[in-house]
């Protein structure tokens, strides 16, 4: 996924014991437990021009400035950061860094086995969602009704 200067990005951040604090990555080898996490929404303020994986974001829960620097004038050359940005706290990140929002769960597929539909009467091509149009309980495909209607002995469904 791609992300843009102004975007909302979530983090997850582990409080130690003695108070500091350090960001965790999806895909850790040792994460710590989720007692002592907690997520924070940080927004985007400068993306690597080199390296687009590769973010600066402002945050405001880094008291000790554990991970967290004041951007500069200088950050503005290689990251891009807009002018309203200097003197304000940021961190390095890279994408896996962020973590997923809460979204919901898309909704489970349905898959039939049979695609459903019925055969023409007089032609037999299946046409799949078609339904009975006959009085007969069959189906008539509009070619065949327009070409060899006057084959058809049954009335068709009002």
Known sequence: MSYLIGNKVRLKVEKKSNG???????GERYPPDEIDCFFKYAE?????QMRTKDLVVIIDFDPHSLFSFQIETWHQKGYDI?????????????HDHIWPT???????QVRLNAPGGMACKLCKKFIQYAGVNRDDGTFACKKC???????LKCKPLA
């Open 20 to 26: 500091w604090l350090r960001l965790i990555e999806k």
């Open 44 to 48: 985007i303020c400068g993306i690597y």
């Open 82 to 94: 807009a002018d309203k940005w200097v003197g304000s706290k940021g961190a390095y990140i890279n």
């Open 102 to 108: 809460g979204a919901s769960a898309p909704a489970q």
């Open 145 to 151: 009704r327009e070409t060899k209607g006057y084959l």
